[in-house]
């Protein structure tokens, strides 16, 4: 049997034509080579399919599956998770830029750091109107502390991060429910992996995250729960409130579910009633999203996905 490669690589996708060629010319081009690379097309309707084709032919490394019908962005992010047999996994964004020394420095961290379930990053935010610099986001969450409960409080209470895209050791993702489709989920999902360890980021910018108008970070509650499963659409069953109040016994079942002391879960719980008391004190519960001007920035930054990084390591395959 052939030995599966250290690192997958899931990017789902749909109707991604616009900026899903140069995502993939970054991947494919990373200074850390062993790994898949996983593309499910949730039945696009554009040149999706004829782009991830000719990647496909290309590199062997490449496995294209398209879907028979929209399954769903939370499905599509679970079914290429599933695919997977690597020790370490990412998901990967058609829309964004990476680094050629992104994963290596990465698993480097990770090899360093037993400890950490994952690693990522610094983000540099990109516009649509500015294709050669970056906003470089400041990363103030405290997801590298020992202790469990500081890591859960800072994941509720502060903004920034894109650590669901981080390379994330797969035996710790599989003890999550992965992907769900309620509002904000997503978070929710790392929220309960910084519950079961700790993360470690490269100290650079070497993700670049792309904000364009159509990015599902602008859509309201509904729009982007029905991005994630289709069946959202329906209002009766599927009303905000309830999407609001999945999303938070979302935080409740991984309090629950994942293992620690009593003394840390109960300050688990005495944080998530801080923070709920304080969306309700600010009615913030239909915010998308915390707006982009809200996370620290230490202004722009040139894209070069071909620069020596700081404090870089040696390229290894």
């Known amino acids: 049997m052939e030995k599966p490669p250290r690192l997958t690589i899931g990017?789902?996708?749909?109707?991604?034509?616009?900026?899903?060629?140069?995502?993939?010319?970054?991947?494919?081009?990373?200074?850390?080579?062993?790994?898949?690379?996983?593309?499910?097309?949730?039945?696009s309707s554009d040149l999706t399919s004829d782009i991830c084709q000719h990647y496909f032919k290309r590199d062997p490394r490449v496995r294209y599956v398209r879907q028979?019908?929209?399954?769903?962005?939370?499905?599509?992010?679970?079914?290429?998770?599933?695919?997977?047999?690597?020790?370490?996994?990412?998901?990967?964004?058609?829309?964004?830029?990476?680094?050629?020394?992104?994963?290596?420095?990465?698993?480097?961290?990770?090899?360093?750091?037993?400890?950490?379930i994952l690693a990522h990053s610094w983000t540099g935010l990109v516009t649509v109107d500015n294709a050669h610099s970056a906003r470089a986001l400041k990363y103030t969450l405290a997801t590298?502390?020992?202790?469990?409960?500081?890591?859960?409080?800072?994941?509720?209470?502060?903004?920034?991060?894109?650590?669901?895209?981080?390379?994330?050791?797969?035996?710790?993702?599989?003890?999550?429910?992965?992907?769900?489709?309620?509002?904000?989920?997503?978070?929710a999902l790392?929220?309960?992996?910084?519950?079961?360890?700790?993360?470690?980021?490269?100290?650079?910018?070497?993700?670049?995250?792309?904000?364009?108008?159509?990015?599902?970070?602008?859509?309201?509650?509904?729009?982007?729960?029905?991005n994630f499963d289709p069946r959202r659409a329906n209002k009766l069953r599927h009303p905000v409130p309830r999407l609001l109040l999945e999303y938070i016994y979302g935080y409740v079942a991984a309090i629950r579910r994942v293992?620690?002391?009593?003394?840390?879960?109960?300050?688990?719980?005495?944080?998530?009633?801080?923070w709920l008391a304080n969306r309700a004190l600010h009615s913030k519960f239909i915010v998308g999203n915390p707006k982009f001007n809200e996370v620290e920035d230490y202004g722009f930054i040139a894209i070069d996905l071909d620069r020596v990084p700081t404090a870089a390591s040696g390229s290894r395959q």
């Open 11 to 43: 990017l789902p996708v749909y109707n991604g034509e616009k900026y899903l060629a140069a995502a993939l010319d970054s991947l494919l081009t990373q200074s850390f080579a062993d790994f898949r690379l996983i593309i499910s097309d949730n039945a």
């Open 144 to 187: 590298n502390s020992t202790h469990t409960p500081e890591r859960f409080r800072s994941i509720l209470f502060d903004s920034g991060g894109d650590d669901d895209y981080g390379v994330t050791r797969a035996d710790v993702l599989r003890r999550t429910p992965l992907h769900n489709s309620y509002h904000r989920a997503d978070r």
């Open 190 to 226: 790392v929220a309960e992996l910084a519950l079961l360890g700790p993360f470690h980021h490269v100290p650079d910018w070497l993700y670049y995250r792309r904000d364009h108008p159509n990015s599902s970070r602008r859509a309201t509650v509904r729009d982007r729960c029905v």
């Open 259 to 274: 293992p620690m002391s009593a003394r840390d879960r109960r300050l688990c719980f005495a944080y998530l009633i801080k």
């Open 68 to 116: 028979p019908h929209n399954i769903g962005c939370a499905a599509n992010h679970r079914f290429v998770f599933e695919q997977s047999r690597s020790e370490l996994f990412k998901w990967a964004s058609c829309d964004d830029l990476y680094h050629r020394d992104l994963l290596l420095r990465c698993i480097d961290v990770l090899d360093e750091h037993p400890e950490a």
